[in-house]
């Protein structure tokens, strides 16, 4: 193999698929990114890949072909490499069990891996359908914040995507708070509805690098392989699904509310992060609701005590809930609106947040529903 | 637990004796350590071994040494020793079983005397404390030295057991000052000569420097505290990396900032069993992990405790221990949630091995004063899914009125019961 290629293309496709690979690969090779050029009938284009067996990451760079081959080299060295490369055009040979790489007068030379001990990489899923990749990154985004860090419980680190009709619907949970997005989408033709559980944090990845270049993002499921892919600005990758039982969330939702407030969010976020200052790690900040107004309170007599009012627009008794803060914050920042309409019915009861318009309407499409914390006595 | 080396040379200018005390002034911290605690009390009500090797230890076959008098410390036996090892080295010992609760009641008196010269008392496990005394001096009419006799002789009067105790200005020191003072003596480091004190001293004496760290610093060709003291805070911070480093750079130079903080409240609870035999199966070990999970939590419960942290210790056949934690997303005191967690750490710690010794312990706590995160598979007051808190809670009632063995999960039960 012997290839010229652009410095910046190459550094931009090698940084992408080597995000993906696992810090600690079981096995060497699946810490290596695939460089295939001209395999794929004879076109002159190198093809990057990396797979570790539950993400595939694949990008084509526009190279120049003087031997067409493939070889296998160290993700983490190659993007280290790329990146400190200087602007000159990118040569890449490889001689025997070593790849050599020439840029401007600097010369690598590193070991190659076996290319017929790495994993075949699975095929693009069956498209399913398409949306704008803005769109898509900033929902997956809105999501995403709520899905669970804990790998003891799966169900709970995933995403649903459940598709009805032109519907698309995203929904995590990590049991003490939920979110779900709901938007139209440009379904493929004869689908049939389909919900599927994929991994939140490698969705969310993927749907922002994709969704950073603008332009559309294709959706495709094989439910049968347990595969998801995406697609856009020239890039694939596939996630495998979630062999687990979301839980059946849409009975949580509540059917009606007591307490209705209307609020700015960036001073309720503003100000929650200010009085929890004193309160220590996971515990909570109060809010108490009154007409006109809401009083945001943390700490105690050991830890040092704050509290700060606000104007609020408020319908129902006085009533004071309390939430972990992160949590209350997480939701206000997923709303992307200036406005947020928050409704509950006592104290213990879970709460919701949407976002608001500048009338103080709901605007719909997202919720994030929270539970509180309960306060002592 | 004392160290039972004879002192360095030179070191004897530190000892209080009855005739001469070092300058005590501004040694406001006092560490004081019971002699061969289990062993000294058990000797109370058996004086004619006195001066017999004594070892207290449990009966089973991993048993390990709790306690060893001096007479079998000469032989090399030393606590957390196997009872195999210690049969080895000092076959002709008295072996006496460890008799349940005496311990914690003999400290319980110990701790108050210490509390009843100042309220400063940081009791670090049952035979050990630090003490502020700083601040009681004026009352007490005494210096800090005069506590540390009185402490001995009270202790030696009213509970029949002798104890050391190292003066000095901070704590690392005194802790090593009372170790060096073993058996039964006082040492007083004065403050002014607190680098003179632990300059000749093995790097290994230095607190937070275990056997890798000792090593490392050989390495470096630090063998003693005035090596440590004399390398550049920048060349430590290489070495051993920058916390590690600053920390060391402070002891050498005799400071360490650790107030005495007085403490009645636990930081954590915890339960673990040595098997008599190693332990491959994973559906025992986690079985197991039920059962110290259920006693964990049924203890905090009692106390009113929550925990964030579930931490699990395993020691391998090999003697190889580990630790591995996990931050909860709220505090929990329910069994289901500290076994989810615990058998989840194993799994990732050691998927395949024979374990010798396992354990649980939650950490992290908090009072039921802090609130509580609610959850939407529990909220207040719903039905639906399962509430294992109330469970947990309903099977505490059961076994205060019916003994321990009345509520336990299926899977504790053995099979002929039913």
Known sequence: ?377 | MGRNAALPDGYDRFRATGDTTPDDTGCGVLHVDMDAFFAAVELRTRPELADRPVVVAGAGPRSVVLSANYPARRYGVRSAMPVGAARRLCPQAVYLPPTRGLYSEVSRGVLAIFRELTPLVEPLSLDEAFLDVSGALRRLGTTPAGVGALIRRRVAAEHGITCSVGVASVKFVAKLASGMAKPDGMLVVPAARTLEFLHPLPVSALWGVGRKTEENLRRHGLDTIADVARTPLERLRRALGTALGEHLHALAHGRDERPVVPDSEEKSLGAERTFDVDQHDRAFLNRELLRLSERVAASLRAKGLRGRTVSIKVRFADFRTITRARTLFAATDVARDIHGTAVALLDEAAPTAAVRLIGVRVEGLSGEDEGEQLSFDAPAGSGGAPRWREAEVAADVARSKFGAAAVRPASLLSPDEG
């Open chain 1, 1 to 377: 193999m012997k290839i010229r290629v652009e410095r910046d293309g190459l550094a931009d496709a090698v940084a992408w698929v080597a995000r993906s690979l696992p810090s600690r690969p079981p096995v060497p090779v699946l810490g290596g990114v695939l460089l295939d050029a001209g395999a794929e009938g004879g076109s002159d284009a190198l093809t990057v890949s990396g797979f570790d067996y539950e993400v595939s990451a694949t990008v084509g760079v526009p190279a120049t072909i003087a031997d067409g081959g493939r070889t296998l080299v160290s993700g983490r060295l190659l993007a280290d490499i790329t990146k400190a490369l200087p602007a000159q055009p990118v040569e890449i040979a490889v001689d025997g069990a070593r790849a050599s790489i020439t840029c401007g007068n600097a010369r690598f030379s590193l070991p190659t891996m076996p290319v017929e001990d790495y994993p075949q990489l699975p095929a693009q899923p069956e498209l399913a359908g398409e949306v704008t990749g803005e769109a898509f990154a900033q929902a997956v985004s809105q999501v995403a914040v709520a899905a669970g860090k804990d790998d003891t419980l799966p169900m709970l680190t995933g995403m649903r995507l459940e598709i009805t009709g032109s519907t698309l619907t995203l929904v995590a949970t990590d049991r003490f708070r939920l979110a779900m997005r709901e938007f139209s989408w440009q379904p493929a033709e004869g689908l049939g509805d389909a919900a599927v559980l994929a991994p939140a944090r490698t969705l969310a990845d993927a749907a922002k690098s994709l969704g950073a270049g603008g332009g559309t993002v294709r959706v495709g499921l094989a439910s049968g392989d347990g595969l998801l892919g995406l697609a856009g600005s020239g890039r694939y990758t596939t996630t495998r699904l979630l062999d687990a039982e979301f839980p059946p969330y849409r009975q949580l939702l509540p059917s009606d509310h007591t307490s209705r407030a209307v609020l700015q969010v960036s001073a309720l976020a503003e100000a929650i992060k200010r009085v929890s200052l004193v309160a220590e790690r996971g515990t909570q900040v109060r809010l108490e609701f009154a007409d006109g107004s809401l009083r945001l309170s943390a700490g105690g007599d050991d830890e040092g005590s704050a509290e700060e009012e606000l104007p609020v627009d408020y319908q129902g008794e006085p009533v004071t809930i309390a939430f972990n803060p992160g949590y209350l914050v997480d939701g206000l920042g997923a709303l992307h609106a200036d406005r947020a309409e928050l409704t509950f019915t006592t104290p213990n009861r879970p709460a919701l947040i949407k976002p608001a318009d500048d009338n103080g309407d709901v605007v719909p499409g997202y919720l994030y529903l929270l539970m509180p914390v309960r306060l002592p006595g």
